[in-house]
C-alpha cells in the first residue's frame, strides 16, 4: 500500500505563488507516474502535471508556463511550484501515483484546497 499526504494549499492573491507537496510513503514499485490533479467546484477533476519515474513531465495547456512539477532524488516527495496564480486555479489539490507495473495500480491523496482570491 501507498499513502500520499499533501501540503501546502492556502488563500492567496492573484499573481501570487504557491508550492504544493505531496510525500509517498509504503511500498513505492517503479516504473510509476506521480502527478497533481485538481477539481473545481462543479467541475471534473482535471490532470494538472505530471512527472515519470524517469523524469518525462507533463502539463496541461492551462499551467504551462506558470507552473513546475518535480520530486526529490528519492523520488518520494513530488512538488508543484504554482507561480502566478489565476482566480482559476482555485480547486482542491490531489496527488496521484500510478505504478506501471502489473496489476497497475492508482493511489490518491486527499487533497489541499487551493483558493485564488482578492
Known amino acids: 500500500q501507498v499513502q500520499l499526504v499533501e501540503s501546502g494549499g492556502g488563500l492567496v492573491q492573484p499573481g ?11 511500498t513505492i514499485f517503479r516504473p510509476n507516474i506521480m502527478g497533481w490533479y485538481r477539481q473545481a467546484p462543479g467541475k471534473q477533476r482535471e490532470l494538472v502535471a505530471t512527472i515519470t519515474s524517469g523524469s ?9 508556463g506558470r ?37 497497475r495500480t492508482t493511489y490518491w491523496g486527499k487533497g489541499t484546497q487551493v483558493t485564488v482570491s482578492s
Open 16 to 26: 501570487e505563488s504557491l508550492r504544493l507537496s505531496c510525500a509517498a510513503s509504503g
Open 56 to 64: 518525462t513531465v507533463n502539463y496541461a495547456d492551462s499551467v504551462k
Open 67 to 103: 507552473f513546475t512539477i518535480s520530486t526529490d532524488n528519492a523520488k518520494t516527495m513530488v512538488y508543484l511550484q504554482m507561480n502566478s496564480l489565476k482566480p482559476e486555479d482555485t480547486a482542491l489539490y490531489s496527488c496521484n501515483l500510478v505504478t506501471l507495473i502489473v496489476p
